[in-house]
């Protein structure tokens, strides 16, 4: 039988078999010294007797992990429970947890000219109508990588016109154009009234557009 004197003090007795080869050795090791792969195995032989010494390399002890990526950039950000947010993600630690950080920027208020139907007060505003948004302060928001359904790298362009048609904010007629008035909301099933936005759904994300 040989002699294993393990860096931790202890004495094992092992096959003469095991001892003399190292993969075996390690294998047989591996319950007692988890970074086994990494030690140096010194032989003697003594009266008849091998011993072999398990010791430790240098530096193998608390090892440096791999570097995790980070991401950072503008991105459309879904999460589980059917949530988004929009804006410039960043990844920042807390010890050993890992969170995404979103900075949704200000939405100022501003006037422009619809481009397809929206609803203000409960009623259907034409296309061609002039508007007004209310502004929205910017805000933060941490979010752990469990509650991350996707993350939709995009243009800082594309994430500020995203977010502008997504937020919710009241809708203030200014100026119907000529001829038209605030109508009733015809019912979300007549197509000849919405046209291509019959579907009265979320708008889906579409991924070309952030390729």
């Known amino acids: 039988m040989a002699n294993i004197k393990l ?28 970074d086994i792969r990494n030690a140096k195995l010194n032989r003697s032989t003594s009266a008849g007797v091998m011993t072999v010494n398990v010791v430790k390399q240098a530096g193998t002890k608390g090892a440096a992990e791999p570097s995790q990526a980070n991401f950072e950039g503008w ?7 059917h949530q988004r947010e929009i804006g410039f993600v960043t990844t920042q630690a807390f010890g050993q947890a890992v969170m ?61 016109n995203f977010l502008d048609r997504a937020a919710d904010r009241p809708l203030i007629v200014v100026e119907f154009p000529k001829g038209h ?15 291509d936005y019959a579907d009265g759904g979320e708008e889906e994300i579409d991924e070309g557009r952030f390729a």
């Open 7 to 34: 860096p931790d003090g202890q004495n094992l007795d092992m096959p003469d078999e095991i001892a003399k080869d190292d993969e075996m050795l390690r294998n047989a090791l591996a319950p007692y010294v988890p």
């Open 75 to 81: 991105a459309i950000v879904e999460m589980m429970g």
């Open 100 to 160: 995404f950080r979103i900075d949704t920027p200000e939405l100022p208020e501003r006037e422009y000219v619809l481009e397809r139907p929206e609803y203000a007060s409960g009623r259907l505003v034409p296309v061609g109508s002039k508007v007004q948004r209310a502004g929205v302060a910017p805000r933060s928001r941490l979010v752990s990588p469990g509650a991350l359904y996707a993350i939709n790298p995009c243009t800082e362009e594309t994430a500020r």
């Open 181 to 195: 008035a605030l109508s009733e909301a015809p019912h979300p099933d007549d197509e000849e009234a919405f046209g």
